[in-house]
């Protein structure tokens, strides 16, 4: 059951927090350099690739809560933490938030999105697998 909550889940974190930590360079940069017209075209163009991630990692939580509710318990609580997203970006929108303070907050969201991939790898024979599928992913 954990294998398979690897298989379907961990490659979906990973892409969430890959695609989240290109979106925070991206804001860092834009709320940084106001001006720098190149990098708010590069995160503008990222915001997509994030939710395209986001939605591929709700339907792997969704699939996994169905077969196994207790496994994905800590999987759901990292997605509901993309509820933060909307309201993180709406203030770097409005330029109502700080670089650091952006950062920060990505930053919290990333390791949410980990920690329930890093938890069944610190697990034996299911933790070789969570491993070998987190860095291949």
């Known amino acids: 059951r954990q294998m398979a909550t690897v298989a379907v889940s961990g490659p ?27 990098a708010a075209e590069a995160r503008a163009a990222q915001l997509p ?9 709700r339907e792997a939580v969704a699939q996994i809560s169905a077969g196994a509710p207790q496994d994905a ?4 609580e990292a997605v509901a ?10 203030a770097v929108q409005a330029r109502s938030v ?3 303070a952006a ?5 919290a969201m990333i390791d949410a999105f980990l920690q329930p991939v890093e938890n ?3 697990h034996g024979r299911v933790g070789a697998t969570a491993r070998a599928v987190i860095a291949y992913a």
């Open 12 to 38: 979906q974190f990973g892409a969430v927090g890959h695609e989240l930590q290109a979106e925070r360079g991206l804001t860092n940069t834009v709320l940084g350099n106001p001006g720098n017209q190149g």
């Open 49 to 57: 690739k994030v939710d395209v991630a986001l939605s591929a990692l």
């Open 73 to 76: 318990a800590a999987a759901r």
């Open 81 to 90: 933490r993309a509820e933060d997203l909307v309201a993180l970006r709406a």
């Open 98 to 100: 700080t670089a650091e």
């Open 103 to 107: 950062v920060a907050r990505y930053t």
């Open 120 to 122: 069944l790898a610190r």
